[in-house]
């Protein structure tokens, strides 16, 4: 195992992570609201512990990385980004308690959006930006932006974006790694821009219009308000962040083929999106009729129920309405985009389309397989023949998934505070990356009401989700830490 390559990657990361503390620092000296001192340290300690891991190790630059070295990076790197950025929270006295900056931390960088406070409005400006800036960076994935700022960092970078990207599987956009991963950021940073603008062309302030486009962007849901963009009462604000939610879940590569030349049939060719569209639709104006008795008007359930989906099935969650007060089946709908999320390649979580599609076919190949037990059927997607070790992957996964949240749940249930529907929801809302739950986890609650240990089972949950499961496994494993 190449340690100090390893070593060397996470100072990398760290580094990156300071300078994009500064935008909240400088926010923080223009509105003089006295955390100015707490993201300044952050960020310099943060530097000073990066500068060390990178440049300490003695290692040729184009080393190349293996895949269980690059699983390895993902899941400790991210464990400590997660570390450094608690430091504001904790230093500005907001979120003194250790478990709660980590949780914090955490819930930003995995784009979840849970949170142990809504006394958000209390918040220094300069906090709250930062903890925007937390789901703009870990939304398309702190290794690629390190890969577009530094590509040659090592030789196989691609093993770094396979262990980090969401999905089941790595589709380069060009032939290199670094060039793939500017290209995708480029995309980011334009969808977030336009949202910016947009929003601000519905009568936000600058500085709400970016908190929101950079928790809209990373699919997080953190917003500066307690009653997050129901704060705003506005039907204009409410369908851009809805199609903006939407736009953000789907598979970037998408987009990238729509500008060199494919234009729209980029989408409708790929099955995945379609997919998704079709999910999204039909939940969507399925949900509205579920609840015209609470909203008595179609197109006020339509504004509400659509908005709440498509923060659910983008794994976002910001909220509008509190649906815990939806009738049950509105809330099972809810509960089913949790679990499927959106596609793969996009910032958001969940066990994304493409799997649940794959899974599909491979139930009903399955079901026919005993009327025909000859006949040999191959599963496709996009008219493209799946290698079956890649079904039999994203199987293994979706067990792990579920065996996953079913454990989270028993783990977050030993505290012995609330029902089972808390704590279910709760497991499942953190492993999806979602933010808010059930009961009372649910929209209009949070997470303060669990203790230390909840708080750190919950965290990890996180982290576990947003990591696709296998690099946090692989780091609990012994092999991992062995030399080759």
């Known amino acids: 195992m190449n340690r100090k390559l390893i070593i060397r990657v996470l100072g ?31 960020a310099v300690f943060t530097v000073i512990v990066g500068t060390c891991l990178y440049y300490i190790p003695k290692t040729e630059r184009n080393s190349y990385l293996r895949l269980k070295e690059g699983f390895i990076i993902v899941a400790v790197g991210w464990i400590l980004l997660s570390l450094c950025g608690a430091i504001p929270y904790m ?5 003194p308690r250790f478990e709660d900056a980590f949780f914090e931390s955490v819930s930003g960088f995995t784009t ?14 300069g906090i709250m930006f930062w903890r925007a800036t937390t789901h703009w960076i870990g939304g398309m994935g702190v290794l690629v932006l390190t890969l577009a700022l530094l590509p040659k960092l090592t030789g196989r970078s691609s093993h770094l974006v396979r262990a980090e990207s969401p999905g089941p599987s ?3 956009l060009v032939p290199k790694t670094g060039q793939t991963a500017k290209i995708l950021y480029r995309i980011y940073i334009g969808l977030t821009a336009l949202e910016f603008i947009s929003l601000l062309l519905c009568g936000l302030s600058p500085y709400d219009a970016a908190v929101h486009a950079f928790a809209t962007a990373g699919t997080g849901g953190f917003s500066c308000y307690g009653a997050s963009i129901a704060a705003f009462n506005s ?4 369908i851009v962040i809805t199609v903006f939610m939407f736009m953000f879940g789907i598979n970037f590569a998408l987009y990238y083929k729509f500008l060199v030349g494919e234009h729209f049939k980029a989408f409708w060719k790929d099955e995945e999106f379609r997919c998704f569209f079709l999910i999204a639709v039909s939940f969507s104006l399925l949900i509205s009729l579920l609840n015209l008795p609470y909203y008595h008007d179609f197109w006020t359930s339509l504004r509400y ?7 659910v099935i983008s794994t976002t969650g910001f909220v509008t309405a509190d649906f815990s007060l939806w009738p049950a089946a509105s809330q099972m709908l809810l509960i089913l985009a949790m679990f499927v999320g959106s596609c793969a390649g996009s910032t958001a979580g969940g066990i994304k389309v493409v799997r649940i599609a794959m899974l599909y076919k491979l139930s009903k190949r399955n079901i026919l397989a ?9 599963i496709r997607i996009d008219h ?14 979706a067990v792990m998934y579920v065996s996953l949240v079913l454990i989270g749940a028993f783990l977050l249930s030993l505290e012995g505070k609330y029902d089972v529907i808390t704590h279910l929801t709760a497991s499942l809302t953190c492993v999806s990356n979602v933010g808010p739950g059930l009961g009372a986890v649910g929209p209009v609650n949070n997470f303060a009401g669990y203790g230390v240990f909840s708080k750190m089972v919950a965290s990890f949950l996180m982290l576990f989700g947003r990591l696709e499961l296998l690099p946090m496994f692989i780091l609990f494993t012994r092999s991992a830490w062995r030399k080759y």
């Open 12 to 42: 990398a990361l760290l580094s990156i992570e300071a300078v994009a503390m500064i935008p909240a620092f400088l926010i923080s000296l223009f509105h003089q609201d006295g955390d100015s001192l707490a993201l300044i340290i952050g």
């Open 91 to 95: 230093l500005s006295g907001f979120l």
């Open 112 to 125: 979840t959006g849970a949170s142990v406070t809504t006394n958000f409005e209390n918040f220094p400006h």
């Open 170 to 172: 790595l589709s380069k």
């Open 235 to 238: 039907v204009s604000v409410d």
């Open 305 to 311: 129920s659509s908005f709440q989906l498509s923060s």
């Open 370 to 378: 005993t009327g025909r037990p000859k006949k040999v059927d191959v």
């Open 384 to 397: 493209k023949a799946v290698d079956e070790n890649i079904v039999s992957q994203v199987a293994q996964f």
